[in-house]
């Protein structure tokens, strides 16, 4: 059986406040840590039948790139949900979602809210 891995390091400030976060995995683009700027990770854990949640950013990243960030994360979530369940009625409903939100990102950016 194969294994793979993925592995994080974050560098955090006094506060416990993330200042840089690397990535590699097994099957990723690098065998160095790369750095990335945001992780969104969500786990199921079957015994307490619940979905347990790691969310990290870094001081740099700016409020246009999170919102991008968590939009994307969505419209993943709408593939994830169409290729595990076949379920096209959800995976299309948080497509249409992701494409109000897309548009809400896009207005609220160019009025500089």
């Known amino acids: 059986m194969k294994r793979s891995s993925i592995q994080f390091q974050v560098s955090l400030d ?9 990535w590699k995995a097994t099957d990723g683009p690098s065998d160095a840590l790369e750095e990335i700027k ?16 790691l969310d990290l950013w870094t001081k740099e990243m700016n409020v246009f790139d999170m919102k991008r960030f968590t939009v994307e994360t969505l419209d993943g979530l709408a593939e994830c949900v169409s290729n595990a369940t076949g379920d ?22 160019k009025a500089g809210k």
């Open 14 to 22: 006094a506060q416990n406040i993330p200042e840089k976060i690397e």
């Open 38 to 53: 945001a992780v969104s990770i969500s786990l199921w854990d079957p015994k307490q039948e619940n979905t347990l949640r």
């Open 88 to 109: 096209e009625v959800m995976a299309s409903e948080i497509r249409d979602l992701c494409k109000r939100l897309a548009k809400h990102v896009e207005t609220t950016t």
